[in-house]
């Protein structure tokens, strides 16, 4: 199995950019296909982005496309979430999470290992 912990969250003011970061400690990072997901107060967790296990694919929700990246570092068995013109609505606790397999997927149920998450607050 691996372990997942995320850092980086913080308060920003709207427009402005945050980068978390999520390490990955136990089976061999390269061998998940991995995904970031958020969950504002309320609300259910939602997809936010996903990145295969060599980091050629990636893809997002349409509600941070063009304004988040993905990007992972198999080396230093780590991944990032660089978040760009941020707007109060992306408040919420941010999660990594691992799944085994090749395919992407955008479904929480699907992922078998979570991080504790990490809190990004978006001030307006």
């Known amino acids: 199995q691996v372990q997942l912990v995320e850092s980086g969250g913080g308060l920003v003011q709207a427009g402005g950019s945050l980068r978390l970061s999520c390490a990955a400690s136990?089976?061999?990072?390269?061998?998940?296909?991995m995904g970031w997901f958020r969950q504002a107060p309320g609300k259910e967790r939602e997809f936010v982005g996903g990145?295969?296990?060599?980091?050629?694919?990636?893809y997002y929700a349409d509600s941070v496309k063009g304004r988040f990246t993905i990007s992972r570092d198999n080396a230093k068995g780590t991944m990032y979430l660089q978040m760009n013109i941020l707007k109060p609505e992306d408040t919420a606790v941010y999660y990594c999470?691992?799944?085994?397999?090749?395919?992407?997927?955008?479904?929480?149920?699907?992922?078998?290992?979570w991080g504790q998450g990490t809190q990004v607050t978006v001030s307006s």
């Open positions: 999470a691992a799944r085994s397999g090749i395919r992407t997927s955008s479904y929480t149920y699907e992922y078998q290992y």
């Open positions: 990145i295969s296990w060599s980091g050629g694919s990636t």
């Open positions: 136990g089976r061999t990072f390269s061998s998940y296909t």
